[in-house]
């Protein structure tokens, strides 16, 4: 029986299953994911003045954001575009919960809670005030309503430095003409 059962199964196994070869047949063309790109506001400088960009980016991610100012300014999309980034690179991004207490107190609304991102670069020296325009500002476009505020800290080489919490607002004076800045 055991035999049997052995020659049997020889058998079905040189038969194949039944299903006989065929050629390749092109049935079009493969599958692809479509990628549709998201678009984020980034600011260079043109004559020392602020100006937007639209660039494409994978995601709109605040790290991404980030990365994508910084990439910019090295291979800037126009002419006549420039950075104050170049030499400086971006090393890592951290939200914290930001409060307007004054605010709190006048409307008692949970709605007035925000958020400081702060910026941490790495590269030689100090970073200009151009240069902060051109972070917070990308920042402040990019993502208004929920970030408040931006500090930007140099970690290294040498010692740490904090340049500062700001909003753009306060860079109003560098855009160029024509060009309204978020607040």
Known sequence: MKRLACLFAAILTLAGCGISPSEVQDQ??????????TWVTVYLLRDGRLEPV?????????KNVVDTLFRAGKQPPKPGLTSALNGFSSYDTKTTRYSDDVRNKQNDLEENLGYRLNVI?????RISTAGLAQITCTIRQNKQESIWSVEVTRLFPGTPDSMGEHTCFEYRGLAAPGVRLPP
């Open 28 to 37: 079009g063309r493969p599958p692809v994911i479509s990628y549709s790109p």
């Open 54 to 62: 639209r660039i494409p980016v994978s995601s709109d991610s605040v």
């Open 121 to 125: 670069i790495t590269g030689e020296g």
